[in-house]
């Protein structure tokens, strides 16, 4: 049974920080691209960023808005994404979705954590 458990939001002040958490269980952890999705109240769910691992590398990608201010890292022996937020803004606030996604052919599918939500007040 996979499971994706995240852990780490709350109330902020703009400008203050916050830091996310993603545990996985039931996958093989390094061969799955992990991402934070969010989604605010009537918005579409939008990709906030992503990490894979290859050859011992990582890969990061951002999305314009966070770019510079969020900072997503991962560590494949205790199978957990993070996301590091700094200077929030109000318009961050959500709920933040772990997500991960097989970067092997053989596998198709992608899995979600049940969401945290991230308030930041201005």
């Known amino acids: 049974q996979v499971q994706l458990v995240e852990s780490g939001g709350g109330l902020v002040q703009a400008g203050g920080s916050l830091s996310l958490s993603c545990t996985a269980s039931?996958?093989?952890?390094?061969?799955?691209?992990m991402g934070w999705y969010r989604q605010a109240p009537g918005k579409q769910r939008e990709l906030v960023a992503e990490?894979?691992?290859?050859?011992?590398?990582?890969?990061?990608n951002y999305a314009d808005s966070v770019q510079g201010r969020f900072t997503i890292s991962r560590d494949n022996a205790a199978k957990t994404v993070f996301l590091h937020m700094n200077s929030l803004k109000p318009e961050d606030t959500a709920v933040y979705y772990c997500?991960?996604?097989?970067?092997?052919?053989?596998?198709?599918?992608?899995?979600w954590g049940q969401g945290t939500q991230v308030t930041v007040s201005s």
């Open positions: 039931g996958i093989i952890f390094s061969i799955h691209a």
């Open positions: 990490i894979a691992s290859h050859n011992s590398a990582n890969y990061a």
């Open positions: 997500h991960a996604r097989p970067t092997v052919a053989a596998l198709t599918t992608s899995y």
